[in-house]
């Protein structure tokens, strides 16, 4: 679910997710509860998850050198219980509603990535009117370019209408495009002053609401490894990799329906993360 260098495993973007992601054992994910969920649907959810890890991998590229290595061997802090701290670890937002402001030290590189893994595997990336504000938000200056061009290429109109979106990344009438991302915890790896190596541990959901959608919404667990770089008075982001996991055993939760699903979308909404 990342627009990473190194996919270590096998990931999505934009709302995808891990082929290990299973639909319910019985269970019609958007219809009768009772009803055991067909096999096409799953082979569909698998087709569309393939088809995003190589395009986000094709977008990702660059000429450079794009090992990602996160071993943090200089300086590499110890692991440390999240706690409060009693100062806030975001000062404003940006005109594209992405926390910015954030403080020049270890928490605040942490509170960067885990908001900016939030951002990163949103519906929004895929609108081709919201995508500039966010990669210009969000990754150092001297990515942005590139990354608008491959992204422009990769989300073309053909690769949208797959994932059942429009041209301009907008789903069917009557249906809802679901990609949310929920930071659980983050680990700095590396970090000096001016850089930092942060993981961000996740779990989200993502899919397409609807009685008629071959991609419902799903879950998945996954750990996002994110280069950030102190420049312009904040934290950007540099690069950043994908890994699967660590994802738990799956819960005996009955499957909720698409109206119940779109309704919680719409009237459910996130948060601002600190470390």
Sequence with gaps: MSLGDDHESSGGYGGTGQTRTRLP?????????????????????????VLLIAAIAFANRGDGDKSSSTDGSSGKPDAAATAPSGQRPVKSKSA??????????????????????????SADILKPARRPEIVRQV?????????????????????????GLDENGEAPKGSTYVSRTMPVGTKATDFSGSTATVEVWCTGVFGMT???????????????????????????????????????????????????????VEEFGGFTYAR
């Design 25 to 49: 054992d019985s269970g019609d994910a958007f219809g009768d509860p009772r009803r055991r969920s067909s096999s096409r649907s799953l082979v569909t959810v698998v087709g569309v998850v």
């Design 96 to 121: 594209a509603s992405i926390p910015s402001g954030f403080a020049q030290d270890q928490e605040g590189a942490e509170s960067a990535a885990a908001n900016y893994a939030v951002v990163l595997v």
């Design 139 to 163: 990754f150092d200056a001297g990515k942005v370019a590139e990354l608008e061009r491959n992204l422009d290429q990769v989300y073309s109109k053909a690769f949208l209408e797959k994932v």
């Design 210 to 264: 609807g009685e008629s959608s071959q991609n419902p919404v799903t879950n998945d667990w996954f750990t996002m490894t994110l280069q950030l770089r102190w420049t312009d008075g904040d934290w950007k982001v540099d690069r950043f990799s994908q890994k699967e996991g660590p994802a738990p055993v799956n819960g005996d939760n009955r499957v909720s329906t698409s109206e119940d699903i779109s309704k919680a």
